[in-house]
């Protein structure tokens, strides 16, 4: 048995309680988030239903209150500066959904900003793929009502993060590409949830030189569907291309889809677009952040793969800043560009106007 106190055993403990509770969330069941004697029942709104909710309202005395993260305030014209704490008491199921995700509604009459160990479990909702619209009530240390919900200590938060950067190879196969022939796809394996990663090796890249790589977050509607509203599809075809024209190269794909928020709050913030919001206010609607992608997987597979300083294809600096921070000596950065179309430049646009991306504006000026 291994030592209980080792650290690679802590952080695996930290792990498997934090994939536990993503579980409990998803299935729309509470969790308990202490901190010292403190102890915090947590629901996430995305995932309960009417019955649970006001289950909870029942035996919290009503005391439960809904935690609205800073965007989400922001767009509720609450003048904030973070997140905030909504009492709910009288309020319903339909009425707190509402609040926490409608576009349009209407401010709360009662808030108040939201306590740290509220805040927390909005780390959770973003490891579930949830909207982070967390119910919560403070509940005793000997309240035998919540002795069935799995509990977690807010220190596992951050020692589950640690353990994202654990993978190992799991296998490395060629397949043959169009127009590009022979590439390998390598498959790794860990970080929370130990979720399946792939790097799509092209040609035979030099690692003693610094290596053409790009990084490609999961892009259900462009990569598989083609469409028009992002530019994705396209970077993914010619980032490879590119890499072919390098000499050789690595593409890191991600499971990131909908930078880091998962295809269900992808498709809700699609339908705010519809309605006229860019993809930032859209997300921000939604409680949201600009981008919640993470780039420790990233570094751990160029680590595998024996790559430590690269040449990043890419128009986001926030890529070569995650990388930079994970130990990778970025040497170089180059353009990958797609096409802009009428569908596409307004998205194009908020990434260069309000999400720091390079681009080049004659070229969305030209689409006008």
Known sequence: MPETSAPGFQLATHAMVVERAVAELRAGRPVVLTEGPRKLAVLALDCATPSVYDQLAVVTGKRHSLLLTAPRAERLGLKAGGDVSVPLDGV???EASALAWTLGADAPASWQPAEPLMSASTELARLALLLPAMICADISEDDSRFSACLTLERASLSGADMARQTFETVVRTPVPLKDLGNADFVVFRGGLAQKDQVAIVVGKPDTSRPVPIRIHSSCLTGDLCGSLKCDCGDQLKNGLALLKQAGGGVLLYLDQEGRGTGIGAKMRAYGYQHLG??????????GLGSDHRRYEAAVAMLGLLGIAKVIVYTNNPAKIAGLRAGGIDVSARNAVTGTVTKENKHYLRTKLLRAGHILDIETL????
């Open 92 to 94: 319903s199921f339909a």
């Open 277 to 286: 919001l860019d993809t930032i206010d859209a997300d921000a609607e939604l």
């Open 365 to 368: 000026l030209a689409a006008e």
